[in-house]
């Protein structure tokens, strides 16, 4: 589960209740920032109140405040170095594929081409006079090619296909000339 605010606009409730481990990054204080009744801070209470086992919980704050003494660990960051512990954290992640690669290569961007040389993310249109800018491009492994994204209906125009999450690529665009791309 990642959280970036609250409350969130979900179709599923969140449920911290159920996480085996809960970060709070810079909210030291649910009970207070919240009113004591919203959802967070319920959750927060029946976490913090219930016997036996309890998540880890990791504050990332640099005030020792709310629950970060009961945080372990508590992580007491200089204002404005946290982007460094988020991107250490990504490359953790990434590096020792703790993600869901099924969820990454079918419900995630990090599928779609990028251009090399500048970093630019290529678009159905790149590639073909009937693409447009909102559909985005990746590359089969089942075909070893280019397949088409459909942004309206968030799925492949393809019926099958097996995205590919790393590696470069030979990409030719609509004027003949190619490209890397990864």
């Given at each position: 589960l990642s959280m970036c605010g609250w409350p969130l606009e979900l179709a599923?409730?969140?449920?911290?209740?159920?996480?085996?481990?809960?970060?709070?990054?810079g909210t030291?204080?649910?009970?207070?920032?919240?009113?004591?009744?919203?959802?967070?801070s319920r959750s927060f209470q029946s976490i913090l109140?219930?016997?036996g086992w309890k998540p880890r919980i990791i504050c990332i704050d640099p005030v020792c405040a709310g629950l970060a003494p009961e945080s372990e660990p508590w992580l007491n960051l200089y204002p404005g170095t946290d982007v460094y512990l988020a991107l250490t954290?990504?490359?953790?992640v990434i590096e020792?594929?703790?993600y869901n690669e099924d969820f990454v290569k079918y419900w995630s961007n990090a599928v779609f081409l990028v251009r090399k040389e500048d970093?630019?993310?290529i678009r159905t249109e790149d590639i073909s006079d009937e693409g447009n800018n909102d559909d985005f491009?990746?590359?089969?492994?089942?075909t070893n090619g280019v397949v088409w994204w459909n942004s309206d209906e968030n799925k492949y125009f393809n019926e099958s296909v097996d995205p590919a999450l790393n590696g470069e690529f030979e990409v030719t665009f609509k004027d003949g000339s190619k490209a890397m791309c990864y």
């Open positions: 599923m409730p969140v449920t911290p209740e159920y996480a085996k481990t809960i970060v709070l990054w030291r204080r649910p009970g207070e920032v919240y009113a004591p009744q919203s959802p967070l109140n219930r016997d954290w990504i490359n953790l020792n594929k703790w970093n630019h993310i491009i990746v590359w089969d492994n089942l």
